[in-house]
């Protein structure tokens, strides 16, 4: 599994012959990659606001990974879409996506659409995606990426996410303001018990400006073992040769 951070939230994943774009937002100061050069086979969005939706309109004909909601929204708005059946998919539910898993678990965030108090793109949304279908029984060999989505600090994290769908990475936003800061998302870390964490959504917008070494010391202060990595936009983290590190 390959994942490459955009900036902002925006991530693309690499799995088996399949690849997914998570949140599509070129417009932010981390990335140089012009939206045309990607061909995703999914697009995969947390919520409607306008820096996770921002340039879905580049991607028409893909399949949609999204509520019901915000997929309709899309094709009103943007073209026409595929979606995950037929409709999109809600909370809870797990949808096989070519070589990949994806399980939607609730974020605790705001989700009009474009941020229009108008219109609800129903419960926002995190996605784990996994190279295996995720079962009561434990596999050591499955490897699995959160993006928790724009969320503040919550206790599924530890009681559902981490010892139920076991990611081995987790994309937490740091930003504050909007989102968990610095020392929340290092909780969330800690209760996910994951190997790897990255830091997101910050240094979008003044109010979100952060420095990531923050991140990484209230991981430290946890006792976490997590490993943080800051990526630079536009760089790769390659899961399956981290895990054998």
Known sequence: MEITWY???????????TSLL???FFDNPKTDTDPEELDPDYVLLTHGH???????DRYEGTKLVATPEVVEYCRDEFGDYEAVGGMGMNIGGT???GDAYVTMHRADHTNGMETGYGTSGGMPAGFVISDTKPTQ??????????????TGLMTEMRDVIGPFLEPDVVAVPIGDHFTMGPWQAAIAVDWLNVDHALPIHYDTFPPIEQDPEDFAKEVKATGSDA???VLAGD???DLSENLMD
């Open 7 to 17: 900036g902002h939230s925006t991530f693309g994943v690499e799995l088996g012959e």
């Open 22 to 24: 998570i949140d599509p």
């Open 50 to 56: 306008a820096d996770h939706i921002g340039d879905v």
């Open 95 to 97: 949808v096989e996506c």
């Open 137 to 150: 029984v434990s596999d050591e060999e499955s490897v699995s990426f959160y993006h928790a989505g724009d």
């Open 227 to 229: 490993e943080v990595h």
């Open 235 to 237: 760089e790769t983290f």
